[in-house]
């Protein structure tokens, strides 16, 4: 049995070659291989930029050729990844002087005073209000991000939605000083759910202000597919804790518009309440979960002191309409929603 290797612009598989089918396509009986992407049992993803090399029994093959693009699709794990199509650099680099008008833009959406000058340690997760990537409009999908196929793999799913998050503070980030946040597709890989099929991607992002790494960041997206009307919906999880300190919490349409604008964050589901419901299956507006993962580290950072580590996990969307709760106990916090309704969960550390 040899072996076969296929290696281009953003992608090396390395499969066991079995006999060969009557098309004289190779059938693949086996694929392995730890690495930047995938896990071991799945196929070995790498953003790599080299030419093909022939080595020992590796058989290397240039990805040009139309019948090298008919193998990968032979591949069921591959069925669906585009990138060859789509190219993704190994890194992404963006630098942003972090305006102090902005920032004191969001506190005033947040009902708080303008207070931040030039200098001022910026709150925590403010960082998202800066590093824009702004793209035309032929280059948008159909729910207002960026289309995928750069810094995120088309997977082949259309909805997103950001389940997640960890954050390690490592210095203050000053308002107002330039800064510069590096960003890489540190994993991503697509399974099949209750609900149907699902693709999680991580990015990770480094922040830093001249030579003082400042934040570091492992942001985690879900990609599924467009809901089936006649599909049950998922239940979401109940409220198990018990909270020391509960604060009341409402949203509306204007504090949405005002949050999206400031993050240009282009997703219809925020703001466009017929796409919301009619495409993908929403009965509201969402509140997005970095919003809710904010008042959750301003709660943590006055109840606890300056954060050293946060992380959070999304687990059921909360709609514009509706009344939540910020929840704390001790280093624990979380949303609760009507009929104590689980939708976010959190871990403070502090310095």
Same mark, same amino acid.
């Given at each position: 049995m040899g072996r076969l290797g296929l290696k281009f612009p953003t992608l090396l598989v390395q499969v066991d070659l079995g006999v060969s089918k009557p098309q004289g396509l190779p059938y693949f009986t086996r694929c392995g291989g730890e690495g930047f992407g995938l896990q071991a049992e799945d196929i070995l993803i790498e953003l790599y930029g080299g030419r093909n090399i022939r080595h020992g029994q590796y058989k290397m093959v240039k990805c040009e050729h139309r019948r090298h693009r008919d193998i990968l699709r032979h591949l069921s794990l591959l069925r669906y990844l585009n990138a060859m199509d789509n190219a993704a650099p190994v890194e992404e680099c963006q630098s942003d002087p972090l305006d102090v008008a902005r920032a004191n833009a969001l506190l005033v959406s947040l009902g708080r005073p303008p207070t931040l000058t030039e200098g001022s340690t910026l709150p925590p997760f403010f960082h998202h209000l800066f590093f824009w990537t702004p793209h035309p409009p032929d280059k948008l999908g159909r729910d207002g991000h960026p289309k995928v196929g750069g810094l995120i793999p088309d997977l082949g799913l259309p909805r997103r939605m950001w389940a997640g998050g960890r954050l390690a503070f490592h210095a203050p980030l000053r308002a107002g000083t330039p800064a510069i946040k590096r960003s890489i597709c540190a994993r991503h890989i697509r399974k099949e759910g209750r609900t149907g099929p699902l693709a999680f991607v991580t990015l990770r992002h480094h922040i830093t202000q001249g030579d003082t790494l400042c934040l570091t960041e492992h942001q985690d997206l879900v990609y599924r597919a467009d809901p %089936?009307? %006649?599909?049950?919906?998922?239940?979401?999880?109940?409220?198990?804790?018990?909270?020391?300190?509960?604060?009341?919490?409402?949203?509306?349409?204007?504090? /949405?518009?005002?949050?999206?604008?400031?993050?240009?964050?282009?997703?219809?589901?925020?703001?466009?309440?017929?796409?919301?419901?009619?495409?993908?299956?929403?009965?509201?507006?969402?509140?997005?979960?970095?919003? /809710?993962?904010?008042? #959750?580290?301003?709660?943590?950072?006055?109840?606890?002191?300056? /954060?050293?580590?946060?992380?959070?996990?999304?687990?059921?969307?909360?709609?514009?309409?509706?009344?939540?709760? #910020?929840?704390?106990?001790?280093?624990?916090?979380?949303?609760?929603?009507?009929?104590?309704?689980?939708c976010m969960t959190a871990t403070a550390e502090v310095m």
């Open positions: %089936d009307v %006649d599909a049950p919906r998922p239940i979401a999880p109940k409220v198990t804790l018990d909270a020391r300190e509960r604060r009341e919490m409402r949203f509306n349409q204007t504090l /949405l518009f005002r949050y999206s604008a400031l993050t240009f964050n282009g997703h219809r589901i925020h703001y466009d309440e017929a796409y919301a419901r009619d495409v993908e299956g929403y009965n509201g507006l969402i509140v997005h979960g970095p919003l /809710l993962a904010q008042w #959750l580290m301003i709660m943590a950072t006055e109840n606890l002191g300056t /954060l050293s580590a946060f992380s959070f996990r999304a687990t059921a969307p909360v709609m514009h309409h509706e009344t939540v709760w #910020l929840c704390q106990d001790g280093t624990d916090l979380w949303v609760e929603g009507p009929e104590e309704r689980l």
